[in-house]
């Protein structure tokens, strides 16, 4: 499969995860929402890590940045799932939905990728359409 399947099935399972998160998140407390989704974090580690990573790689950077990306997404999912269980799944999604706005600003400060026209443009419909999906 290539990079655009892989988006793809990511973009629909995101989707359900967003849902069943709100969905948990009626009957349960968020921070046992969180609890139980890290669980199946945890599954699929322990399958990768059993089912042979391959050669490791000890780069500083790049152990630091995946160790960081770990903490922000583990934080981030908290802080997902107490929004959830505070307000409607049909503001909460799309606006945290936001979130590829921040990678694409701290990739251009940080990493030196290119910002063109067309980038800024996708941005900006980007915000627009969370705002109408939001009201």
């Known amino acids: 499969m290539n990079w655009l399947?892989?988006?793809?099935?990511?973009?629909g399972l995101w989707g359900v995860w967003g849902f069943?998160?709100?969905?948990?998140?009626?009957?349960?407390?968020?921070?046992q929402v969180y609890l139980l989704a890290i669980s199946g974090h945890l599954a699929v580690?322990?399958?990768?890590?059993?089912?042979?990573?391959?050669?490791?790689?000890?780069q500083p950077w790049g152990v630091g940045a995946a160790l960081g990306a770990g903490v922000a997404m583990a934080v981030g999912l908290l802080c997902f799932f107490e929004a959830l269980a505070?307000?409607?799944a049909t503001v909460?999604?799309?606006?945290?939905?936001?979130?590829?706005?921040?990678?694409?600003?701290?990739?251009?400060?940080?990493?030196?990728?290119?910002l063109t026209l067309r980038h800024?443009?996708?941005?900006a419909l980007a915000l627009a359409a969370a705002w109408l999906l939001s009201e």
């Open 86 to 88: 505070r307000g409607p």
């Open 45 to 58: 580690a322990g399958y990768l890590f059993l089912g042979g990573l391959g050669p490791a790689s000890w």
């Open 5 to 11: 399947g892989f988006s793809l099935l990511a973009l």
């Open 120 to 123: 800024l443009a996708g941005l």
């Open 20 to 31: 069943l998160g709100k969905a948990a998140s009626q009957h349960l407390p968020s921070q």
């Open 92 to 114: 909460v999604v799309p606006l945290t939905a936001l979130y590829p706005a921040v990678t694409v600003v701290l990739s251009r400060v940080f990493l030196q990728e290119t």
